[in-house]
């Protein structure tokens, strides 16, 4: 195991350095963890009283630590990996269990680890810039969560919570600058209209060159634009009754994401990589590719307390356009040939929600239960134009390739705790889900000498299907003190069944792939020591996987989605906060996952049973700690955080050319704040040892190419804050 971390740090280290800060803590000090508010339930509860495992990260902790994105968060997540296709197809693991593909590129698809924001399912198109956000809390909720959240929170889901519209008036106006021509400006606001309604608005600016440079046409690429502005209006007639409307708007234009081309330069005398520069941030594209995203979310959520409990009702309406190139090998333009497929997709994508719970209390407080009822909505029309450049005629072409899509998705469900004694509870709960997913799908050749791949005949076909799942959730925990609960948990999840992105044939693209299902069993600890100076949970699991929804890239073809597999995970999980004296904060969490496949046969001779499912890294370990102090006034807070993850695969497979090496990432933030709190200027560096990591890799065997998109490389910035 100590082997599988980068520069060999293993998990014992982490114990005993967690033994140290304990042994510091019961030196001296007067400072407590502060408590946090969570709704893993779907209700507010301390974060310590909740018998699931989910991190949560407070704004305040958002804001020390630079979180921008989700990746930041999954950096400091056990058991969370977070990479990319492309600046907004991201592809989300959690305890080994995610999509291999950019749910962008599948109109019939979904992911298996969803985002909510303010309670509205975020299923295409990207989520709102954490920044633009006036966020409360973001929360990451690990394992499956089917019964209270539904289809598609097999693997897990993240939660972004904002901040209500309130009675004081507050102003907030933040600009940053920092390398690759990094600006950024962003602006929130509170004002109260009147003693009953209350409005909030915001609004950000982000710009910076690229991360790469293409040689071929002399442009930075990788780059960014981003405009986006969120409103909210609230509306308190009585102290039972709490009234929001909401939206959030994002605007992104940008340059595209061509992948670096790793290749063989001894294949067929090196004519595939003439040109090919090896440093890893020069791509050789004969385009840059673009990038533009217009989000729309418009969100009502009514909050009415009632004589037989709280009702909540959330309608939202959400709605995505997506507009994209991306070249894939980014080879020259070289004689004697180019080899090149290029990918331009167009996407509109509708979702309309309706969600109303009704939570109450019953025997004398004894029984918490809550109810509800959900409905999802989603039309998907894309077009992905495939145009494929090679030295054989008989493969070089252009094709076209639009899906209509329609989703429909219903569900009852329910959740009641009882306390059987006053510190013993049971807690049960079921979701009933029916779904069904209809669409047209067509493959056509455009133009060109060939029959470009993977299109083998041009077709025109319509598919169906419905499916439904059953979800229910047993728990059982006990306070055995005031500090420490413990808890176990039995939990069904599901990810809906779907459709190829593209497919060579009509019978292949028509017909659907089925859910994939996901039994976990978990026990674990949340205790608080040293009079509540040490916060320590811990969480062990196994989940058993059946019809897993596979995805393998076919040379020449296309990503293929298919039922096939079974896998076993287990694990352990810890994450530690300590406060051993005022100002300072250490804190942590480490991961040991061991997931695998258990029975997966691809094709006549491949077999994969036994090898580590994608994105499912052994160990992990993150650490920071913070310290807070005044000098004349001001206030002073440093803060770094150190992650060590080790290899993991992006493919099943589990060939080399297909892995990841462990890493290490270091992040730093030093913050000044003036006496009256009303400024503050930080300076930051996030991947300070400027790791190379890969977001997402695709291997082209028959070209002996591997082609690659990093994360970015060593960031740096100063900060500038006035708060009123």
């Known amino acids: 195991m100590t082997r599988s971390l980068a520069n060999g740090v293993s998990w014992a280290a982490f114990g005993a350095m967690l033994m140290c800060a304990g042994q510091a803590a019961a030196q001296t000090s007067t400072a407590e963890v502060s408590e946090l508010v969570v709704t893993a339930q779907r209700v507010e509860e301390n974060i310590q009283k909740v018998p699931v495992a989910v991190s949560a990260f407070s704004s305040a902790a958002l804001e020390r630590q630079s979180i921008e994105t989700i990746q930041d968060i999954a950096l400091r997540t056990p058991g969370f990996s977070a990479g990319a296709v492309d600046p907004i197809q991201s592809n989300f693991a959690i305890r080994g269990i995610g999509s291999a593909f950019g749910i962008s590129q599948n109109a019939g698809g979904d992911a298996s680890v969803v985002v909510f924001v303010d309670g509205v399912y975020a299923g295409r198109g990207g989520t709102p810039d954490i920044d633009a956000l006036n966020l409360e809390r973001v929360e990451v909720l690990r394992g499956p969560q089917g019964t209270l959240f539904g289809k598609n929170a097999v693997g897990g889901l993240l939660q972004y919570v904002s901040r209500k519209p309130g009675p004081e008036a507050a102003l ?61 209006l609230r509306y308190l007639p009585s102290e039972d009754l709490d009234i929001v409307l909401a939206a959030d708007l994002t605007d992104q234009d940008q340059r595209g994401n061509p992948r670096h081309n790793i290749c063989d330069a001894s294949f067929q005398a090196g004519i595939h990589c003439v040109g090919v520069n090896p440093d890893p941030r020069v791509v050789n594209a004969y385009t840059d590719g673009y990038l533009r995203r217009w989000l729309q979310t418009y969100r009502g959520e009514v909050n009415w307390k009632t004589p037989f409990g709280d009702l909540t009702s959330i309608t939202a309406y959400r709605a995505v356009t997506l507009n994209f190139r991306t070249p894939f090998f980014s080879n020259p333009v070289n004689p004697p040939a180019q080899i090149e497929s290029t990918e331009t997709d167009h996407e509109k994508n509708k979702q309309f929600s309706q969600e109303v719970r009704l939570a109450f209390d019953a025997v004398d407080g004894r029984l918490k239960a809550q109810v509800g ?25 252009v094709a076209t390739y639009p899906q209509f899509v329609r989703g429909r998705s219903w569900a009852v469900f329910g959740q009641a705790s009882f306390a059987v004694t006053d510190t013993l509870t049971a807690t049960a709960g079921l979701r009933q889900t029916w779904e069904r997913k209809r669409g047209r799908f067509i493959g056509r050749k455009v133009s060109g ?23 229910p959730r047993f728990a059982v925990d006990w306070q055995a003190t005031p500090e ?33 299902y996901a039994w976990s069993y978990e026990g674990g600890a949340k205790t608080q020591w040293l009079d509540k100076r040490l916060l320590v949970n811990l969480s062990v699991f196994r989940t058993d996987y059946k019809d897993l929804q596979v995805s393998q890239l076919v040379p020449l073809c296309c990503v293929v989605v298919g039922n096939a597999a079974t896998a076993r995970i287990k694990g352990f999980e810890a994450e530690f906060v300590l406060t051993p004296l005022e100002g300072l904060q250490i804190d942590g969490g480490y991961a040991y996952l061991h997931a695998r496949f258990t029975d997966f046969a691809s094709g006549a001779t491949a077999n994969f049973t036994g090898n580590d499912l994608p994105r499912s890294p052994r160990d ?43 890493f290490i990432n270091w ?32 291997a082209f065997a028959p070209y002996r190419q591997v082609l690659v998109p990093y994360a970015p ?12």
């Open 620 to 662: 992990k370990i993150h650490l920071g700690a913070q310290y807070a102090f005044d000098v004349s006034g001001w206030g002073v807070l440093g803060r770094v955080d150190y992650t060590n993850q080790a290899h993991s695969y992006f493919e099943a497979s589990n060939i080399a050319t297909q892995k990841q090496e462990g």
């Open 713 to 724: 490389p060593r960031t740096y910035g100063v900060t500038l804050t006035w708060k009123m």
């Open 667 to 698: 992040d730093g933030r030093v913050s000044l704040t003036s006496p009256d709190k009303r400024w503050e200027v930080a300076v930051w560096g996030k991947n300070l040892s400027n790791e190379l990591v890969a977001t997402y890799v695709t």
């Open 172 to 232: 907030r106006l933040e600009g940053q600058y920092g390398n690759y021509d990094r600006v950024a400006l962003n602006a929130r606001g509170n004002l109260p209209i009147s003693d009953t309604l209350f409005l909030s608005v915001g609004g950000s600016i982000k710009n910076r060159d690229g991360y790469e440079f293409n040689e071929t046409t002399g442009h930075r690429v990788n780059d960014q634009d981003l405009k986006t502005a969120t409103l909210a």
């Open 373 to 397: 009822a959900y409905y999802l909505n989603e039309d998907n029309n894309r077009i992905e134009d495939l145009r494929q450049d090679f030295p054989a005629a008989a493969q070089t072409g």
């Open 449 to 471: 000498p060939g029959q470009p791949p993977p299109l083998a005949a041009d077709y025109d076909v319509r598919g169906a299907k419905s499916w439904d799942a059953l979800t």
């Open 484 to 516: 420490a609960l413990v808890y176990a948990s039995a939990t069904r999840g599901f990810k809906s069944g779907g459709f190829q992105g593209i497919a060579g044939s009509g019978v292949s693209q028509s017909t659907a792939y089925d859910p994939e």
